[in-house]
Structures are given as C-alpha cells and as structure tokens.
C-alpha cells in the first residue's frame, strides 16, 4: 500500500468501517521503510480508525515506541519457527506499550479433508467480506484471494475486481461494495469455489492438487 492509497482509502470510505479495526499485515509490514510505516499509521490515527498489525516481530525492537502506541493491538506470530523472537518482542512491548499484544504459535495445519468448504452463490465462506483486503489498490472480498492470484500465476482476479468497480479508482466502491453479493465478479465466485481449503481446481483444465503436507508437519483436528 501506498501512502496515496491510504489517504484514497479513509476519503472514499467516509462513514464506512469507521468502528472497525483496520489490520496493516503483508508481506511483513514492519519490513518497509519505517518512514512509510509511520506515514500510513498517521493517515489512519488521524482519520479516527482504530488500527493493529500482524507481523513477525523482524523490526519491532527498533520502531519509535510512540508509533508502536498508535496501534490498538500488536498480533506477533512466530511462523513455528521464531518462537524465542516473538517472546523477546513481547519483553519488550510490556516495558511501555498499551495495547493489547496476541501472540500466534503455530503448531501444525488443518486436516484439509475435514475442513473442507464449498462456497458457492447462498452459500458464502464464513471469511468472506470478512473483512475485505485492500492490496495494489484492489479491494479483495478475502484475504485469501491475492494468494490466489499468485497460486493461478496471472492478474485475472484483480482485473475482474476492477473492472466491476472494486477499486479505489472508483468514487463509489463504497456503494459497490456494500452490494457485493450483486457486484462481485463470477470469476471471483469460481475461485471461492475453490480456493485454499479444498483441493484447488484449475479453470481450463479442470485439474484439481491438493497441498502438499511434508513428512514432518502435524495436522490438527477440526
């Protein structure tokens, strides 16, 4: 997100999302110029919306505590990996931060076959809208939906999305969006058919992969 982009977003959603919390998370938003960082927290503190973010601690040691104090939460997750970072982030952010820190531990994934979820038009995912995702100055139904576009290697999604006015281009995404069962585009409704807890389908050839589990990752139960 650009600093533009935050200032387009808070204009065109005046009187909307104003009572929710808005999460900064990437990529790993931490691992931008701290100039950039503090620049978007201000846009938002200053428009009176309440604000977190999900990182995995990489620069939290080193960012202006003032800054740090903006957020209303600080989400640490440790990727089953950095669990002894996370623990010094949160020494550190108990010496003077004020908002509430939730910590993630990652200890294994879910058994996708139990998990399994169809969502079809009347019979939506529980994550979508849920909240929607601004990414390159697209607003996304699901936060699932940019890895998508990364997993099908093109833009289709995006270009769709914009093309029906779910972009901050549009003076009035707002009114798009609060139709979005009318308005989100049939190829995003394909893909939430199949999307990351079922096996994925491609479009053209009808070819379904499941996720690869490695030998050593733990499945947890539904």
């Known amino acids: 997100m650009s600093v533009s982009e935050a200032e387009l977003f808070c204009e065109r959603f005046q009187g909307h999302y104003e009572e929710s919390t808005h999460k900064l998370l990437g990529g790993e938003p931490t691992a931008m110029p701290p100039e950039k960082l503090y620049a978007l927290i201000d846009i938002f503190h200053n428009d009176d919306r309440k ?26 997750d440790d990727h089953g990996i950095n669990h002894k970072h996370i623990i010094d982030c949160i020494r550190h952010l108990k010496t003077f931060y004020r908002g509430k820190i939730e910590k993630r ?9 139990a998990t399994r979820r169809t969502c079809l038009p009347g019979n939506w995912c529980w994550s979508i809208m849920a909240p929607p995702i601004l990414c390159r ?20 999604m995006s270009a769709a999305l914009k093309a029906a006015g779910w972009n901050l281009e549009n003076p009035d995404i707002a009114k798009v969006m609060s139709n979005w069962v009318q308005t989100l585009p049939a190829y995003v409704k ?26 050593n990752d733990v499945i947890r139960r539904a």
């Open 51 to 76: 604000l977190r973010m999900l990182t995995n601690g990489f620069n939290i040691i080193g960012l202006d505590k003032d800054y740090l104090n903006k957020f209303d939460c600080i989400e640490l």
């Open 105 to 113: 531990l990652v200890v294994g994934h879910y058994d996708l076959e």
């Open 137 to 156: 100055s697209v607003v996304y139904p699901c936060c699932i939906h940019p890895g998508m576009e990364l997993w099908n290697n093109n833009w289709e």
């Open 190 to 215: 394909d893909q939430c058919s199949n999307h990351c807890w079922v096996p994925r389908r491609c479009r053209e050839t009808g070819e379904t992969r499941m996720i690869t589990l490695k030998s």
